[in-house]
Every structure is written in structure tokens, then in C-alpha cells.
């Protein structure tokens, strides 16, 4: 089993999204084993978004993320980083797979309705960002 942290992203929340998004988790298998809505602070994306600082997007993107509610997950499953990027599509819209949440739900490259960590080291420190200390269940 493995850990992957994914975020519902400004954009969806304010569509009414959410459910759907999380229905789509559970049938892909996951397990969530943490979940909350947030409001970010800009510095609190600022610091989620810390790798991406010198990306011309940065503040932009920072922007929109602390513009409304998101749903922070904690997610378990075999294989869960790679299988929730694969569920989720490519980072633009436009050039996600059918069938990916961004191609069904992302309205452009920024506002592209997920998240989902790239690899087990992010994957742990974003999971440790939105859910410190033991909020989590102990691994197996
Ligand atoms: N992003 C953007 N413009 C770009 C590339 C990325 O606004 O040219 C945003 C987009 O919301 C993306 C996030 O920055 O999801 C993080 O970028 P990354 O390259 O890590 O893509 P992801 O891992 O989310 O697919
Ligand atoms: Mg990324």
C-alpha cells in the first residue's frame, strides 16, 4: 500500500464538484484516510507551492489557490501516487485523456481541478504540510 496527497482545487469546489470527484476516488479504489476543507492563506501556498517559486506562474497560481475553498486527502492504495496522476489526466486540460478528471472538469491549465503528488517524496511532505503531527493513521 501507498500514500498520495490530492487536493480539490478552487475551481472545482466552486462548481459543486466535490462530491463527484470524491466518488470517482472511491470507485478508482483509494481509501481516505484524511479529508478537510480549506481556505489557504496565499502564504500557505506559497509554501505548499515552495518547488515551484521561480516558475513564471508562481504568482498567479498562488493567487488562485488561496481564492476559495479546496478539499485537502490523504488517499491509500497499491500504486496510489502513479494510479491518482493517471485518474487525474495531464497537468493542461486540453491535452488530458478522455476520461481524465481534468479533461471531464479542468477549465485551463491553471484551473485544472486536482492536484496529486509527482513522487514518495513529495507525496510525504505534502501530506505532512496538510496533515501534521497524528491526524493521520499510523502506516501498516
Ligand atoms: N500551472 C500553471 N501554468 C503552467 C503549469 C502549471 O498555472 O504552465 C499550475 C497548474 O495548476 C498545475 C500547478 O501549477 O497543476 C503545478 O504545476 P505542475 O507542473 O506541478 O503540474 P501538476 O503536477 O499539478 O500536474
Ligand atoms: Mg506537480
Known amino acids: 500500500m501507498e500514500r498520495t496527497f490530492a487536493m480539490i482545487k478552487p475551481d ?8 463527484r470527484i470524491l466518488s ?6 483509494f481509501e481516505v484516510l484524511g479529508m478537510k476543507i480549506v481556505h489557504m492563506s ?5 509554501g505548499f507551492y515552495a518547488v515551484h517559486r521561480e516558475r513564471p506562474f508562481f504568482g ?6 488561496s481564492s476559495g475553498r479546496t478539499v485537502v486527502l490523504a488517499l491509500e492504495r497499491t500504486d496510489a501516487i502513479r ?9 493542461n486540460p486540453a491535452e488530458a485523456a478522455p476520461g481524465t478528471i481534468r479533461a471531464e472538469f479542468g477549465e ?15 507525496a510525504a511532505f ?11 493513521p499510523a502506516a501498516q
Open 126 to 136: 505534502e501530506l505532512g504540510y496538510w496533515f501534521p503531527g497524528a491526524e493521520l
Open 12 to 19: 472545482a469546489t466552486a462548481r459543486g464538484l466535490s462530491g
Open 83 to 91: 494510479h491518482w496522476r493517471d485518474v487525474m489526466g495531464a497537468t
Open 108 to 122: 485551463s491549465i491553471e484551473r485544472n481541478s486536482t492536484h496529486g503528488s509527482d513522487a514518495p517524496d513529495t
Open 42 to 46: 496565499k502564504a500557505q501556498a506559497e
Open 24 to 29: 470517482r476516488i472511491e470507485e478508482e479504489g
Open 60 to 65: 498567479d497560481l498562488t493567487t488562485f489557490m
